[in-house]
């Protein structure tokens, strides 16, 4: 079993259209992130929702919309896009409040490219 | 704001000799993280520390925490090719996990 799984693996879209990228977790943990890999390998965290509530909204454009239907899931929404998107969307998820599993995971990654 | 500084961001390593790795975080934190990735893959989770002086295991890799100091390290010893790949440091606070820029491991003969 896959225990943070994002969708789709790979994505190539053109420039202005719209597209999301999905996460499910089935760890059972209360907190859910959105990362940026750049080509230089740097990670920049988006987004973090704990229990479904947004915590963490780093400076990400509006274009870029997050949603947590439930605490198992987190869906990444992109407004049109730019060629400044294309990247590794990484899908992350950890328990915070509580230290009895303390791991923190990461989804497959999403590869968008747009053109 | 809380910044992770790793170094070195590059590191050659000789098959068989033994390297550190630095990780320094600059404000309080509850957790520190090690993890390792393949070009091309996601993040494969090595170690998690919790507290100061805690010293964890697994085969060539050994990581430490100094929270007084603010410092973890992660140690090869006996470097061999199946270690090449790029090593990230993470810190936890306040359901914020921040990395460091990644140390890129390439280990030769």
């Known amino acids: 079993d896959t225990a943070v799984s994002q969708t789709p693996k790979y994505l190539v879209t053109q420039m202005g259209n719209d597209k999301s990228i999905k996460c499910e977790q089935n760890?059972?943990?209360?907190?859910m992130y959105w990362y940026k890999q750049d080509s230089k390998k740097f990670l920049k965290i988006m987004f973090s929702?704990?229990?479904?509530?947004?915590?963490i909204n780093e400076t990400v454009p509006n274009r870029f919309s997050p949603k947590s239907p439930d605490k198992a899931h987190l869906n990444l929404h992109i407004n049109s896009l730019e060629l400044g998107d294309s990247a590794v969307y990484f899908c992350?998820?950890?328990?915070?409040?509580?230290?009895?599993?303390?791991?923190?995971?990461f989804g497959q990654g999403t590869r968008l490219t747009v053109v | 704001e809380l910044k992770v500084e790793q170094n070195p961001l590059f590191l050659s390593m000789q098959e068989g000799k033994n390297y550190t790795i630095y990780c320094n975080y600059s404000?309080?934190?509850?957790?520190l993280y090690w993890y390792r990735q393949d070009p091309g893959k996601s993040l494969e989770s090595l170690f998690v520390?919790?507290?100061?002086?805690a010293v964890k295991q697994e085969g060539r890799l050994m990581a430490s925490l100094d929270t007084k100091a603010r410092l973890s390290t992660l140690h090869i010893t006996a470097a061999v090719h199946d270690l090449s790949a790029t090593y990230f440091c993470?810190?936890?606070?306040?359901?914020?996990?921040?990395f460091g820029a990644g140390t890129t491991v390439t280990v030769r003969a």
């Open positions: 760890l059972g943990h209360d907190t």
């Open positions: 404000t309080t934190s509850d957790r």
């Open positions: 993470a810190v936890l606070n306040d359901y914020k996990l921040s």
């Open positions: 992350a998820s950890s328990h915070v409040e509580g230290g009895l599993y303390p791991e923190a995971f």
């Open positions: 520390l919790l507290s100061n002086g």
């Open positions: 929702y704990n229990n479904k509530e947004l915590i």
